[in-house]
């Protein structure tokens, strides 16, 4: 299996990106509920505007980056943006601490997401250019980089709030009766949090070095580009196809992206604590990214449209069932409502591609810019829900939602399937 890793440096210089913003990028939800207790009053309704904003601002800002990245090279753009991303959360987190004010946390808190934004299309640009007799292969990977960050972002940022309140809560606890002894406890700190930004360092040296100049993108590009337009214009648009589409994305955006932030939400109204809830909002995310693999092959030898069809019915129960539970069982429906909705990620971008004949990395911009636009706007919906009707009922919503998603991608094209590889024939005399 490591015989078979992609070797180029290239690639792993946006790959390793990838992982560290997405580590950034994730870890916006739990810091939101920790904080909402421990730092300043924050409502559900704050909370998906905060992460409804950033991600509307991620996916709006991809298609003038793709245009830039095309233009330059995006290499400035790409360890840029992921240097952006992981600044402008530390500095959210620093305007928390200091103000006491959500409206001055959420400005750099929203506009950390133009870094994602800056960053994608370059790296989803590099990883499939890398090595072209590996593309499919190295696309995945890259892909699954980003959901391993998105998976350690949540657990690695839980631990470490955590640690902050079980040390505190030892100084409040320590016999000598002070007269404000859980004063400590109360406030809760974010500070350890801050050394998370040192990962920033590395990374972004290692793609300035790695990605080649404008010059010379320049030139590669050239008659790339041209056979590109070639294709548009030979191409043809199936409306009703990509309509139903647009309607299935929607409806399956509520529940992924649109309520993992709600996930720590969820767990810390049970009583969990800040590594518990960020342990299985990591859970969902790794859960996601390791049936996307799975369910990508389960396509390449399936009709892709029952393949989306029957897994996003699946998950629907999963995510009915999840605010009811609670310890390993709770952990169990979690994998299982972010590994059948967050397979189908690939595979809709995929489909995205064949809809729209034009380049590949356009249509993979609309696709990709239009699922996380609507997850934006379904954090919002979501936050407001659980402010009127409680978190659980938003679940609920959530479920039926996706379980219409699932109905509606039967009616979806059957895609093109790859044909299985033909042995090659003895020589006959």
């Known amino acids: 299996m490591i015989g078979n890793l992609p070797r180029s440096r290239l690639f792993w210089a946006v790959s390793s ?109 590099y990883a499939s250019e890398s090595d072209p007799h590996h593309a499919a292969r190295d696309t995945s990977i890259f892909f699954f980089m980003g959901q391993s960050g998105l998976a350690l972002g949540p657990a690695l940022v839980g631990a ?31 500070s350890p949090v801050y050394f998370i930004g040192l990962l920033l360092v590395p990374v972004s040296i290692f ?9 010379t993108h320049r030139q590669a590009r050239s008659q790339a580009t041209t056979s590109a337009a070639q294709t548009a214009r030979r191409g043809r648009v199936a409306y009703k196809p990509i309509l139903l589409l647009i309607v299935l994305v929607t409806l399956r955006s509520l529940a992924q992206p649109g309520s993992v932030a709600f996930i720590p939400v969820l767990f810390q109204q049970k009583g969990w604590n800040a590594a518990q809830y960020g342990l299985i909002s990591s859970s969902f995310w790794l859960a996601s990214g390791l ?77 990709l810019g239009f699922i996380f636009a609507t997850g934006a706007i379904g954090t919002l919906v979501i936050g407001n829900l659980s402010d009127v009707l409680g978190v659980e009922t938003a679940f609920h919503l959530v479920a039926v939602s996706i379980v219409v998603a699932g109905v509606l991608a039967f009616g979806l094209p059957a895609g093109r399937r790859v044909p299985a590889p033909v042995a090659p024939q003895p020589a006959t005399s």
């Open 17 to 125: 990106g990838h992982m560290v913003n997405d580590i950034f990028m994730s870890m916006g939800p739990v810091l939101l509920a920790f904080m909402s207790v421990y730092i300043l009053p924050i409502s559900h309704t704050q909370i998906g505007l905060a992460v409804g904003l950033s991600q509307l601002m991620g996916a709006l800002s991809q298609p003038l980056f793709g245009w830039l990245a095309d233009r330059n090279g995006g290499r400035w753009l790409g360890a840029g943006g992921v240097a952006w991303t992981g600044s402008l959360l530390l500095l959210a987190l620093f305007a928390a601490q200091q103000t006491g004010q959500f409206w001055l946390m959420v400005i750099p808190f929203a506009a950390m997401a133009l870094g994602s934004g800056a960053f994608h299309p370059v790296g989803a640009m």
């Open 160 to 190: 470490l709030l955590n640690s902050t309140l079980m040390q505190n809560n030892v100084l409040a606890n320590n016999g000598l009766n002070l007269p404000f002894p859980s004063l400590g406890f109360i406030q809760g700190s974010i």
């Open 291 to 367: 049936a996307g693999i799975y369910i990508g092959s389960l396509a390449d030898r399936f009709q892709r449209r029952y393949v989306i069809a029957i897994t996003l019915v699946l998950s629907g129960p999963a995510f009915f069932l999840l605010p009811g539970m609670d310890g390993l069982l709770a952990f169990a429906f979690a994998i299982a409502a972010g590994g059948l909705s967050g397979a189908t990620h690939s595979l809709i971008v995929v489909l995205g591609q064949e809809l729209l004949p034009l380049g590949k990395a356009m249509a993979s911009g609309i696709a």
């Open 207 to 215: 793609m300035v070095l790695a990605l080649p100049s404008g010059h």
